[in-house]
């Protein structure tokens, strides 16, 4: 297509198309590299108490669902993940010092890249609340810091 336009106004209209694409890309694509947590979601207590039936619930829920990518201890390294590249490595959950409403988004959502499946459509909240206790009283190797 041939334009008769030329000068100023369309290099200017023509350069920011280009520059409207560049950042819609890379919107999406940030998008689908981080995880979805809503604001104040650190501060969100875990509703499921961690009595010895949930965090039994929790266990068994842990192990068809996560151990296969996260371990039988948390460590990251099960039969699933991808050791080869630290990058995708699955998360260490005896270390993880992430708050558990921050957790409990991490497993509600998910993320693609690297991939952590969402597990809303699999499972309830209080489901994953109960794997949230688990994790971080039964996976976590002691407690965190105690705030200053
Ligand atoms: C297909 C493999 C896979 C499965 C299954 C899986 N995860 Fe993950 N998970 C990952 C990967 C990979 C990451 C690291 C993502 C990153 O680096 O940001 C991750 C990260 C996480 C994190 C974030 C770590 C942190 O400290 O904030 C949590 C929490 C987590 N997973 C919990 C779980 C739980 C609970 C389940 C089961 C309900 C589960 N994952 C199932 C692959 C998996």
Redesign the pocket.
Known sequence: MKSKKTGFTSVSSVSSVVAFFVLLCALVSAQGKT?TIPEGAADEKNPVASTPDALKKGAS??KS??Q???GAKGLGDGP??DLKDAR????N?SV?R?PDG??FY??WNG?DE????A?KSQMTKDE?WA?VAY?TSSLRVSPPAAAP
């Open positions: 995880w829920l842990y669902h996560c296969s990518c996260h699933e993940a995708r490595k699955p998360a959950l993880s992430t921050v957790m991490k497993i993320r690297p991939k952590m499946p597990f994953v794997i994790a």
